[in-house]
C-alpha cells in the first residue's frame, strides 16, 4: 500500500498562475484534509472533506478550492497564486472518529515568485 | 487567541535527560488531543494520543488536565533519535488544530 501521496513534491510558480495538487490515498479513509506549514505558524487547516462529495472551509481556505469526487483523490487548487501562499502544503487522511490518527503525505514544496 | 499553543522551545539537552513540553488550548469543547512528532522536511507522525487519564509508552508520558486545559509530554532517558519537533495537536469537531512545535535536540 502507498498510504498518501502527494504530486508534485516541489513546484514554483510565478505570480497569478494557477495550478492542482494532488492528493490520493489508498487506505479507503473517509476524511481527507490540506494543511500549510508555514515557519512560526505551526500547521493550519485549509479544506477538508469528510467524505466524496463534501468539503468544508478550514482557518485558512482564502485563494484555494478542493472537491472530492471520490474517496480516493482530494486536489487542492490554487486559483491565482500569490507569494503568501508559499509554503509547505501536507495532505492528511483519517478513518472513523477525531480519536484516530492521522496519516500525512510527504508534502509539496511550493514558491511562488 | 489562538487554539493552541506551545513552547517552541528549542530544547537542547545532554543524553540521558528527562525533557517535558507543555501546550494549552483555547477550546473546553475540544475532544481529542495528540502529540505528533516531526522530523526535519518530514511529514508529522503520530507519536501518542493523550487519554484523561494520563498514559504512557516506553519512556514516553502524555497528560492532559481538561480543566486547565493543559496538555504535557515527558521523554525520560532522551535518545539522539529523539531530537525532532514535537506538535501538540487538538481536535475540535471536524477539525485538527497544531501547535506551532517544540524543538529538541538531544545532544551526546
Known amino acids: 500500500n502507498a498510504g498518501v501521496t502527494q504530486t508534485p513534491k516541489f513546484q514554483v510558480l510565478k505570480t497569478g498562475q494557477s495550478m492542482t495538487l494532488q492528493c490520493a490515498q489508498d487506505?479507503?479513509?473517509?476524511?481527507m484534509s490540506w494543511y500549510r506549514q508555514d515557519p512560526g505558524m505551526g500547521l493550519r487547516l485549509i479544506h477538508y472533506?469528510?467524505?466524496?462529495?463534501?468539503?468544508d472551509q478550514g482557518e485558512v481556505p482564502n485563494g484555494y478550492n478542493v472537491s472530492r469526487s471520490t474517496t480516493e483523490d482530494f486536489p487542492l487548487r490554487l486559483l491565482s497564486a500569490a507569494p503568501s501562499q508559499t509554503s509547505v502544503y501536507f495532505c492528511?487522511?483519517?478513518?472513523?472518529?477525531?480519536?484516530?490518527?492521522?496519516?500525512f503525505g510527504p508534502g509539496t514544496r511550493l514558491t511562488v515568485l | 487567541r489562538k487554539e493552541v499553543e506551545q513552547d517552541p522551545g528549542p530544547f537542547n539537552v545532554p543524553e540521558g535527560a528527562t525533557v517535558a513540553f507543555n501546550c494549552t488550548y483555547s477550546?473546553?469543547?475540544?475532544?481529542?488531543f495528540f502529540w505528533y512528532r516531526q522530523d526535519c522536511r518530514k511529514e508529522p507522525k503520530l507519536l501518542m494520543s493523550?487519554?484523561?487519564s494520563g498514559n504512557e509508552d516506553g519512556r514516553f508520558t502524555a497528560q492532559l488536565n481538561r480543566a486547565s486545559q493543559y496538555i504535557s509530554l515527558l521523554i525520560r532517558d532522551s535518545k539522539l533519535s529523539d531530537s525532532a519537533t514535537y506538535l501538540c495537536?487538538?481536535?475540535?469537531?471536524?477539525?485538527?488544530?497544531f501547535g506551532t512545535g517544540t524543538s529538541l535536540t538531544v545532544i551526546p
Open positions: 492528511a487522511t483519517l478513518t472513523g472518529s477525531g480519536y484516530n490518527e492521522q496519516f
Open positions: 493523550v487519554y484523561s
Open positions: 472533506s469528510v467524505g466524496a462529495g463534501i468539503t
Open positions: 495537536v487538538v481536535n475540535t469537531g471536524n477539525q485538527f488544530y
Open positions: 477550546n473546553s469543547a475540544s475532544q481529542s
Open positions: 487506505m479507503n479513509h473517509e476524511y
